[in-house]
């Protein structure tokens, strides 16, 4: 996996989505990043680690190529205004519903 700057992932991004337009798929995952490079032992010290800054990490996949950068979570909330939130519905509707 290829960890790179915003603007080279952007642009990175822009040529899986083209490259995979008439067939195939762009996965996108974004996970919390706290800038931890090694695994939080189980048993043991554990070091005092505080996050400075609220990240995300961004992959993106075509099952060939990963590229990954990562971002700051204030900057991506700023940005998503327009997505839409899915409805929730109880399981108890759905269940009713199914029999």
Known sequence: MVLLESEQFLTELTRLFQKCRS???VYITLKKYDGRTRPIPRKGHIEGFEPVDNKCLLR????????????????????????????????????????
């Open 23 to 25: 067939t195939g798929s």
């Open 60 to 99: 993106a996949t075509d099952g060939k190529k990963k590229i990954s950068t990562v971002a700051y979570s204030n900057l991506l909330r700023a940005n998503m205004d327009g997505l839409k939130k899915k409805d929730k519905k109880s399981k108890n509707k759905k269940s009713k519903a199914t029999q």
